[in-house]
Structure formats: C-alpha cells, structure tokens
C-alpha cells in the first residue's frame, strides 16, 4: 500500500513509476494549453499536467482533499443505482 505521504517523499521518476503501475484514471479536463488528467492511487489523487503544445508532461501534483476535485466533479461518472 502506498499512502499520501510516502508518495510525496519518492523523487519524480518514482512518483511517475507508481502513477503508471497503480494509477486508475478517474477524469480528465481541458484548459487553453494544457490537459489535466486525474488518478486515483489506493484513496489520493495524481494530476497529470501536460503541455499540448509542447507534447510533454509539465508536472505532477498529489492530493487528498476532496476540495480539490472541484474542476472535475462535473466529468466524473458514478455508475447508476
């Protein structure tokens, strides 16, 4: 298991390695330049910035607070009851 804090202390090629091998993509939103892509990771959220313009990934930014999720709450799909 992997939690919050123990992602934050991996340097970024870790953090990419366990965003690939764990990640499970919940949503995406677009903005003028960028792509956001958003993962869920054992109860945290990853968010993928990427430059379309520049084809390459500008970063990553780690989360546990759902208030944050606000930019995508409108694209997430919950499976019907």
Known sequence: MTTLYQYKTLDEPDQ???LW???VFIAHRISASYNFLLYD???FYVEVKYNREHN???GIRSFSSVEQLEHYLSKIKLPEM
Do not use: D, L, M, T
């Open 16 to 18: 990419y390695n366990v």
């Open 56 to 58: 390459k990934i500008q």
């Open 41 to 43: 990771i054992e109860g």
């Open 21 to 23: 091998s764990k990640g």
